[in-house]
């Protein structure tokens, strides 16, 4: 498995993007960030992107992925999701009037997006992953992933405040490689953190307890540019014993 990070950050500005993730060239994990860090024919090679959630940072760019590529394509671009995800963004975005619907756009024998509802809490297939979800704590419906290829795992929290089931599904993720997870705020907006389900980094490290798996490397996204240094600096003082804060561009492979 290969991660290339496109975006890791909770907001935009010159030099922080979006959440992001391209694995093995052709898969995306979130779509905040694609078509400022992709040449066109690298964008033409996405077939699947899995959603966590339809708040704006992990979607805006799927506008743009679609519009630049729908006449390179032999196939749909396979845009998978729990339910109430797709239902938002197809009726906040995809709606004709935000962005034209790319569902109904037919390229002749296919369409050129296909919305691919996931269950629930329940595993799925894609490409040589298996791939495990449960619901995180975030005020719209948000998914945390882990994505197993018998070798090894890999976690994704998206994004998440306080909150059991992501954390045991985590620790349980079977030979677990990688553990990607968010931080979006300083300790001193705790409270801000606390009403929009995201985590400082004191709450970071409450959380960490229930994942029990200090033995894996932590890499921290979702960071808001504007508190950067702050968070920075109270993530550090953390003394992880393997832990990376992302800056976006960053490459992985298990
Ligand atoms: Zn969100
Ligand atoms: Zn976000």
Redesign the pocket.
């Known amino acids: 498995m290969q991660i290339k990070v496109l975006g890791s950050h909770g907001s935009r500005m010159p030099g922080f993007n979006t959440s992001s993730m391209l694995i093995d060239g052709h898969m995306l994990l979130d779509a905040g960030t694609i078509t400022s860090r992709l040449p066109i024919e690298e964008q033409a090679k996405i077939d699947i992107v899995i959603l966590t ?1 339809a ?1 704006l ?2 979607i805006v760019d799927l506008s743009f992925l679609i519009d630049n590529v729908f006449t390179l394509r032999s196939s749909p671009l396979r845009v998978m999701a729990p339910e109430p995800v797709l239902t938002s963004v197809r009726d906040h975005l995809f709606n004709n009037e935000i962005w034209p619907d790319f569902s109904k756009l037919s390229m002749g024998s296919f369409p050129a997006m296909e919305f691919v509802p996931l269950k629930v809490d329940a595993p799925f297939q894609v490409g040589p992953y298996t791939v495990h979800m449960r619901q995180t704590n ?1 005020p ?1 419906f ?1 998914v945390g992933y882990c994505f197993d290829q018998g070798d090894g795992s890999v976690f994704f929290s998206g ?1 998440t405040g306080t909150t059991d089931a992501l954390w045991t599904m985590g620790h349980h993720c079977p030979k677990l490689k990688l553990a990607f997870v968010e931080t979006s705020f300083p300790n001193r907006l705790r409270k801000i953190a606390e009403a929009s ?1 995201h985590l400082t980094p004191e709450m970071l490290a409450e959380e960490l307890k229930k994942f029990g798996r200090d033995d894996v490397p932590l890499k921290v996204f979702h960071m808001k540019p504007q508190f950067l240094d702050e968070i920075v600096t109270e993530l550090e003082a953390l003394h992880h014993p393997c832990m990376q804060i992302l800056a976006g561009g960053e490459v992985f492979t298990i």
Do not use: E, K
């Open positions: 959630h708040h940072d992990h975030h719209v948000t994004d389900g």
